[in-house]
């Protein structure tokens, strides 16, 4: 499974735009990119996925650049309930069924 | 429809106990994983279910034990509890065949484990 590099944390304010960029520079023809969204003492929310180009829907987007060696999660106008950790994953659908968390990028959305 | 339910939310036991949490996963998902959080190792993967196997398995030691029933129910068991266990333990369960890559996983809320 490809490994992935985000920041460790990133600071915002309510009504701004914020995007967070993954690393995953080995990653695999087969392999799909999913971001998660985690607020304390609860499980990951899946956010968004996508394999190449961009996603959309009703909560973000998804930026995938042609080499996909990275991708931008884009949260439009975050609110103070954005405040979470976003993990991205990478994995082939085919290599198994275990999901692999890095750090995650820990966001704190102030008003 | 109701989500992924963990019981019970919170646990206290004593070193060497042991202890089983429950996961009644999303009605019709057939595939339940189960996840440790700490601070230090972040989320890690314990093992999956699907149709009542065990298809895959996380690098912990064999204290650690599941099982599915045939309504899709799950437990783990964690025997012979130590400090290090005292984790949050998640668990999640995915239509199909699995939390494959590219579908969603529904996760629970948790049971916190605390080990004294």
Known sequence: ?111 | KAGVTQTPRYLIKTRGQQVTLSCSPISGHRSVSWYQQTPGQGLQFLFEYFSETQRNKGNFPGRFSGRQFSNSRSEMNVSTLELGDSALYLCASSPGQGARQDTEAFFGQGTRLTVV
């Open chain 1, 1 to 111: 499974l490809a490994k992935t590099t985000q920041p460790i944390s990133m600071d915002s304010y309510e009504g701004q735009e914020v995007n967070i960029t993954c690393s995953h520079n080995n990653i695999a023809t087969n392999d799909y990119i999913t971001w998660y969204q985690q607020f304390p003492s609860q499980g990951p929310r899946f956010i968004i996925q996508g394999y190449k180009t961009k996603v959309t829907n009703e909560v973000a987007s998804l930026f995938i650049p042609a080499d996909r060696k990275s991708s931008t999660l884009s949260l439009p106008r975050v609110s103070l309930s954005d405040t979470a950790v976003y993990y991205c994953l990478v994995g082939d659908s085919q290599a198994g069924t275990a999901l692999i968390f890095g750090k995650g990028t820990t966001l704190s959305v102030s008003s």
